[in-house]
């Protein structure tokens, strides 16, 4: 069964300085990766998703995740953070489509990401 | 309205009351989902309507009954909860392609729901 673990629950990092989430992953087959971000008191918003081709995806708000498929990892990363990145952060994966995959997503626990001023 | 709505977006219900969360989606998908969200605990799928039909129950206790009327509505009828079933309650949609899509969920703010 597919899984996808996140090691940390609490992130604190320097506003400016880079950030790091991670996640790492454990599916049959090619994964279908994804991240959200949850603000206080809202729904969880898009940020990115890994699919196929280049290991490294951009997404909104300035954040990237490198795809690792020898470490099964897909972290998160932003070059500098700022306060407003403060939030729950989520890593999900699903199978790909075919082969009777659904479209169920599978979440991790979640990481809280603290930027501190 | 855009996205995805939700309403209430709190709900106070005693164990013996029966009430309904509602969830529209205004983005022209075809699958619904609905997910529990407890603190310290993974997102937990509960439901998945595919073309309004359901797809997945992922093990949900009765007292939770969802309802699809057509592929941009959705309802949660609740009855005779649990306090443990405390929790914020959240809907999502994607364009769902049977064999070629991967569309990313589109979520909706949660409805915030206590059990006394």
């Known amino acids: 069964a597919q899984s996808v673990a996140q090691p940390e629950d609490q992130v604190n990092v320097a506003e400016g300085n880079p950030l790091t989430v991670k996640c790492t992953y454990s599916?049959?087959?090619?994964?279908?990766l994804f991240w959200y971000v949850q603000y206080p008191n809202r729904g969880l918003q898009f940020l990115l998703k890994?699919?196929?081709?280049?290991?490294l995806v951009k997404g909104s708000y300035g954040f990237e995740a490198e795809f690792n498929k020898s470490q099964t990892s897909f972290h998160l990363k932003k070059p500098s953070a700022l306060v407003s990145d403060s939030a729950l952060y989520f890593c999900?994966?699903?199978?790909?489509?075919?082969?009777?995959?659904?479209?169920?997503?599978?979440f991790g626990t979640g990481t809280l990401l603290a930027v501190q001023p | 309205e855009t996205g995805v709505t939700q309403t209430p977006r709190h709900l106070v219900m005693g164990m013996t009351n029966k009430k309904s969360l509602k969830c529209e989606q205004h983005l022209g998908h075809n699958a619904m989902y609905w997910y529990k969200q407890s603190a310290k605990k993974p997102l937990e799928l509960m439901f998945v309507?595919?073309?309004?039909?359901?797809?997945e129950n992922n093990s949900v206790p009765s007292r939770f009954s969802p309802e699809c009327p057509n592929s941009s509505h959705l309802f949660l009828h609740l009855h005779t909860l649990q306090p443990e079933d405390s929790a914020l309650y959240l809907c999502?949609?994607?364009?769902?392609?049977?064999?070629?899509?991967?569309?990313?969920?589109?979520f909706g703010p949660g409805t915030r729901l206590t059990v006394l």
């Open positions: 999900a994966v699903r199978d790909p489509p075919g082969g009777g995959a659904t479209n169920k997503l599978i």
């Open positions: 309507y595919n073309f309004k039909e359901q797809t």
């Open positions: 999502a949609s994607s364009q769902h392609e049977f064999g070629t899509s991967y569309w990313e969920q589109f």
């Open positions: 599916v049959s087959g090619n994964p279908y």
């Open positions: 890994y699919i196929t081709g280049d290991n």
